[in-house]
């Protein structure tokens, strides 16, 4: 599913196209891709509220797929073994930042499915660096959601400081929050969700979570720790006032709406800190692979056909999805199950 010229998904954008298969270079490794989660990016992509890099390009950034050839000098992975690719696909490896664990701020990074063809494809190629080991607990379309919205929701519950046992608020509840939900509540937390969607509440209640409601104000209780997923910076002064004394507010979104005007005294005294999220390092998609794992986590999922991306993207768009939207390239002909 080729994307020859960016404009609103409103107008099926994406062509469903015959393309060259691309071949790895080196140090890299191509996929036969079993499928690939949507993500809020690619509209932002498609759409160009993100500064296009590459046209014409293939989006899509959480693609599960098996090694079927490997490119000069590889070493890491065999023909036959499952991996996940995601968003981070290149950093310099001797920045300040890369030298330091904080490889999301380097400034070097490329992305999958922006800078370079990404997975609404049959096939995919990746630095074999930046690809990651898929844990067998999970079948392909439940790995797909982790490999974006995982690790990044994940790299935002890390940024809340939330301690086994506490409260945790979540605002906004569509990919990231339904899987890192399932985290706080085997880290035994108490999850309060807020969220205007009804069978968005109607999930996260089903899920586990204690509370869910649809302004801040109605919380029946302080919390520890706080994440908004939603790209509403009005949400932050009501986030913070619903924050115990010393907790923390993790903005996730890679994009906010302005943040009103606050009052220190309700909003920031008392040791509340606010602090973003931007992107992710190797390290937190393995750690998160790994901790999805041992729970399992279960996303919830709804899948498409490949040449269906912009009737997905749309109905994510729309807000129609509940859970994450997974396009599987069809036929399907893996063991895996399909969640319809
Ligand atoms: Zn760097
Ligand atoms: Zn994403």
């Known amino acids: 599913m080729i994307l020859r010229h960016n ?76 991996v996940g690719v995601a968003w981070l696909r290149h950093t310099c490896g001797q920045c300040a930042f890369c030298t330091t664990g904080r490889e999301n701020l380097c400034e070097s990074q490329r992305f999958t499915g922006y800078h370079a063809d990404g997975g609404y494809a049959e096939y995919a190629v990746v630095p074999e660096d930046f690809a990651y080991t898929i844990p067998d ?32 608020a979540i605002f ?42 649809e302004t801040a104000r109605q919380m029946p209780v302080k919390v520890d720790s706080a994440i908004i997923f939603a790209p509403a910076g ?15 507010l993790s903005l996730a979104g890679i994009y906010m709406t ?14 509340r800190d606010v602090r973003s999220v931007t ?14 794992a041992k729970i399992p986590i279960r ?6 056909r490949l040449s269906e991306a912009n009737a997905a993207l749309n109905d994510l768009k729309s807000d129609r999805i509940n859970g994450t939207g997974v396009l599987v390239a069809w036929p399907f002909n893996s063991s895996s199950k399909l969640h319809f």
């Open 137 to 168: 607990a999970f079948d392909d379309v439940a790995a797909a959601p982790l490999l974006c919205a995982g690790i990044v929701g994940y790299r935002a519950l890390k940024r809340a400081n939330l301690i086994d046992g506490g409260k945790l």
């Open 7 to 82: 404009g609103p998904i409103e107008t099926d954008p994406l062509e469903f196209a015959e393309v060259p298969e691309p071949q790895p270079a080196a140090g890299q490794v191509r996929l036969k891709v079993r499928c690939c989660a949507i993500c809020r990016t690619d509209l932002h992509v498609i759409e160009a509220e993100l500064p296009p890099q590459k046209l014409p390009l293939i989006p899509g950034h959480q693609i599960v797929g098996v090694v079927d050839r490997l490119g000069p000098g590889t070493r890491r992975f065999a023909i036959g073994d499952r």
């Open 299 to 304: 996303p919830h999922t709804t899948t498409y």
């Open 172 to 213: 906004g509840f569509g990919s990231s929050a339904h899987i890192i939900m399932q985290i706080a509540l085997r880290r035994g937390c108490d999850v309060y969700v807020v969220t205007r969607g009804g069978a968005h509440r109607e999930l996260a209640l089903k899920m586990g979570a204690v509370w869910a409601g």
């Open 258 to 271: 302005d943040i009103p005007e606050m009052d220190y005294e309700s909003c920031l005294f008392y040791e």
């Open 234 to 248: 009005a949400l932050v002064p009501a986030a913070l006032e619903r924050l115990d004394k010393g907790g923390t």
């Open 279 to 292: 992107a992710n390092t190797r390290r937190d998609g393995r750690e998160l692979l790994a901790e999805a």
